[in-house]
């Protein structure tokens, strides 16, 4: 789970707090022991867990992945949807608003401040110039930045409590998501290799052994840096 994650699993749980009637679904797509990240949320104190996991989606790009999680979320029908800004290894920040599109729901970033009343959301967006303050109406799919707020610490009870709230798994079939739809057959780019950095070339490290300066300056000549 990337700190992200439980940005927006925090924000999901402040709003609970606030409304009172309403329910925190975590849902991810992965391995079966992807389920033991999702504790984690549980923990915190959401209420049950979703995850799709099946061979089928091994393999997947940013449009196999959205292909998967819009249908879990048809099927929850939530009337918000929250992201952490970007992930912890691709950085893309893009997930979010990929899923937006595919559900045709209004998407806001960088959230740092979200309230909800009268069937919309209400958003401080953060911005390189300040703030914006924008509303969208329900349902719609907010990403928050990692300012919105400082993630709780799951209690030991809640740990031990995790173990027990819901936790499903489920497949593509059971979504009625086509084999051509996910992994690497609805995937649209594919890597092809992964390689080291090309090197920067010879390199020399130079001690302070009371002649490094002489040693720096007589290296600059040389390349005819000074």
Partial sequence: MNQGDTNAIEAALRLKEAAGDCEVVLVSMGPDDAINSLRKGLA???????????????????VGTTNVLAAVLTHETPDLILFGQQSADSDGAVLWAAVADRLRQPVISQA????????????????????????????????????INEPRYPSLKGIMGAKKKPQAIVTLESLGVGAEQAGTAGSRTEVKSLNDP????????IEGDGEAAARVLAFLNEKKLT
């Fill in 112 to 147: 740092t401040s979200l309230d909800l009343s009268e069937g919309k959301a209400t958003v401080k967006r953060q911005t390189e110039y300040g703030y914006d303050v924008i509303e969208a109406p329900l349902p719609c799919v907010i990403a928050v930045s990692d300012g």
């Fill in 198 to 205: 090309p090197a920067r070339g010879d390199s020399q490290l």
């Fill in 44 to 62: 915190m104190g959401a209420d049950r867990a979703t995850l799709v996991s099946d061979t089928g989606a091994a393999g997947s790009d940013i």
